[in-house]
């Protein structure tokens, strides 16, 4: 700092606090050791909200009691929440300030993190008002009858035909997936032969259903390549493509065709029908808030699986040496290799036990116990993270259907 008196005033909402430069320098709050690199006084206002020059008083519109709390925890090492004041509003001054969550007490940690899970805090405004500004600029570019028609596609709540036709969708879903589970049963076959075969017809129906529908939602699409690129359209299109795909291989080879390459992709091909249910996302906050969550959390979902492998391979080992490695001969043949003392450290971590390998020696049963416990503690770890981004993703997408179905609802009164 090249300017003012040795003696730094801060005023915080009306209280002031007197700093010697030196301390300036050196000082724990991140927004107010940055005072002492500023050459002049544009860069003093980038960082404060005013400055008197004579006085060398620098003025901040902020919380004066969450200051003061926070001076406390510069004096004393401990920050706590200051009473009748909200936990969101005392982080956000923790955050213009320089600290985290990580400088509150285990206690006020606790109580931000339940305040955080409770209350939707992540909205971007500036992204929401760059994507209403878009689709504003492209619905004046539009015909109204086609962004009708893509938003009664698109979003389930945007309309009642919206409903209904999304409706339609979860039955056409319902109705093949049956199909494709009976299918299945050893009693299918005999009553295939004996009737007309309605259930190809309905299969039929349904995928007719599926493929108007995407090659509708396709057209109407604002954007091909991103309409392509969707994960849910991807979906569709895996859902969609194994019907067709099995029955030009059915045509071309026949039902009954020795070629047993060909009967088993017929039968693989079959079987990928069941990306279907995946369409329901479609329709279900539930399990489009999943999708998300997986998404985001994947750096956490990494870890997890970090944590499982690093745990198979201590515990792998250590398991084929105390049940079959130190005795070849009476030797627990369960456990002859790494790689199948693997799959019972998976099962016993995971606490499902199917019981088709167990330790029979007291070392391996005392290091099994040690397994579990260990399997318990690490699948733990990463919940809370994954708990809140499920949270959180819930509310974004609850405030986006809720804020469609307003759109429509002016639309409709207007």
């Known amino acids: 700092m090249k300017f003012g ?7 915080v909402g009306g209280t002031r606090y007197a700093f010697p430069k030196d301390v300036i320098k050196d000082f ?11 050459a002049s006084e544009r860069e003093v206002l980038e960082v404060c909200d005013d400055y008197d020059r004579e006085r060398n008083e620098f003025f901040f519109d902020r919380h004066s009691e969450a200051f003061g709390f926070i001076m406390l925890y510069v004096k004393y090492g401990k920050l706590r929440f200051v009473p009748q004041m909200c936990e969101l509003s005392f982080y956000n001054e923790m955050i213009y300030w320089g600290l985290e969550s990580s400088h509150l007490e285990f206690c006020c940690q606790r109580r931000l993190d339940e305040r955080m899970s409770d209350t939707y805090t992540h909205f971007a405004e500036e992204e929401e008002d760059e994507a209403r500004c878009a689709e504003e600029g492209a619905t004046r570019a539009d015909p109204k009858w086609l ?3 893509r938003r009664t596609f698109e979003e389930p709540t945007s309309s009642v035909a919206a409903q209904i036709l999304a409706s339609v969708s979860v039955i056409f879903v319902i109705v093949s997936m049956v199909i494709l589970c009976a299918s299945t049963l050893p009693d299918w076959k005999t009553a295939e032969s004996n009737s007309v075969e309605e259930h190809r017809i309905i299969e039929a129906v349904c995928i007719g259903w599926f493929t108007a529908e995407c090659i509708v939602r396709f057209v109407v699409s604002r954007d091909k390549c991103e309409f392509v690129r969707r994960p849910l359209n991807v979906i569709d299109l895996l859902a969609i493509t194994p019907y067709y795909i099995s029955v030009a291989m059915t045509v071309l ?5 020795q070629l047993q390459r060909a009967g088993v992709t017929l039968r693989v091909l079959r079987m990928m029908r069941i990306f279907w249910v995946i369409k329901l996302a479609r329709h279900f906050l539930g399990l489009q808030t999943l999708g998300l969550t997986l998404r985001r959390c994947y750096r956490e979902m990494v870890m997890l699986l970090v944590f499982i492998c690093v745990a198979m391979a201590i515990f792998g080992a250590l398991a084929q040496l105390l049940e079959h490695g130190l005795d070849l001969q009476t030797g627990n043949d369960d456990y002859a290799s790494i790689p199948a003392s ?6 016993s971590m995971t606490t499902v036990g199917y019981g088709d390998m167990y330790p029979i020696t007291i070392p391996g049963r005392v290091l099994g116990g040690l397994c579990v416990v260990s399997g318990i503690v690490l699948l733990a770890l990463p919940i809370t993270f994954i708990y809140h981004s499920f949270v959180q993703c819930y509310h974004e997408l609850k405030f986006r259907s809720a804020r469609i179905a307003r759109s429509f609802s002016a639309e409709f009164l207007n």
């Open 28 to 38: 724990p709050l991140r927004r107010v050791s940055r005072l002492h690199s500023c």
């Open 5 to 11: 008196k040795s003696v730094c005033i801060i005023n």
């Open 253 to 257: 080879t026949g039902e009954n065709s």
């Open 147 to 149: 962004e009708r028609m």
């Open 342 to 347: 693997c799959w019972w450290v998976i099962i």
